[in-house]
């Protein structure tokens, strides 16, 4: 910005290889890797950093109805529902649509529950998710739901999940 004889003058200067930095910004974004440890701290409890946060998982799997901490398949279920929820919100903020409120509930189950414990060879992974995404909006469903399928193949976790087990999924706009 120049002021010469009572008048402004303003510059822009354009980067000649403004095209090269975004190159270089998605190669960057390419090659990123998050980063997670975890130390065990006893008593079928483990903590977990990442970034400049910590938190306590507790054991793999639990059927108690209460316990000191989270198991880590309720982490995972946890954070496949985090990954939806928030995505969403951002998706419908990013597109200019009004969300009032958003929940998202996921059941998981394992195919054999007895490998996880030791007692029997069979296996051990998620044979299945339920999950049930509730949104309250004054928006049209039809808008919605275009904005939940769009979700749905950006979710990395629920696309990295869905190569490994069955899952049935479903919208409900209230």
């Not at 003058?9 to 975890?38: M, N, T």
């Not at 200019?96 to 051990?124: F, Y």
């Not at 919605?144 to 629920?158: F, M, Q």
Request: aromatic share 6%.
């Amino acid at each position: 910005v120049e002021e010469t004889s009572g008048q402004w003058r303003h510059f822009l200067r354009r980067l000649a290889d403004e095209s090269a930095q975004l190159e270089e910004d998605k190669q960057k974004a390419r090659d990123y890797e998050w980063r997670v440890r975890v130390r065990s701290t006893g008593n079928r409890a483990a903590t977990a950093y990442a970034r400049n946060f910590s938190f306590t998982i507790g054991q793999p799997a639990s059927f108690d109805e209460s316990d000191d901490h989270p198991s880590a398949l309720e982490h995972v279920l946890a954070a496949l529902a985090a990954d939806l929820v928030n995505g969403f919100a951002t998706h419908c903020h990013q597109a200019g649509l009004e969300i009032d409120d958003l929940e998202c509930t996921v059941k998981g189950r394992l195919h054999d529950v007895l490998a996880q414990v030791g007692i029997s060879d069979g296996d051990p992974s998620l044979s299945g998710l339920d999950l049930s995404l509730f949104a309250t909006s004054p928006e049209k469903g039809a808008v919605l739901r275009e904005a939940w399928e769009t979700v749905r193949k950006r979710s990395p976790l629920l696309q990295t999940l869905a190569k490994s087990c069955d899952i049935n999924d479903r919208f409900v706009v209230m």
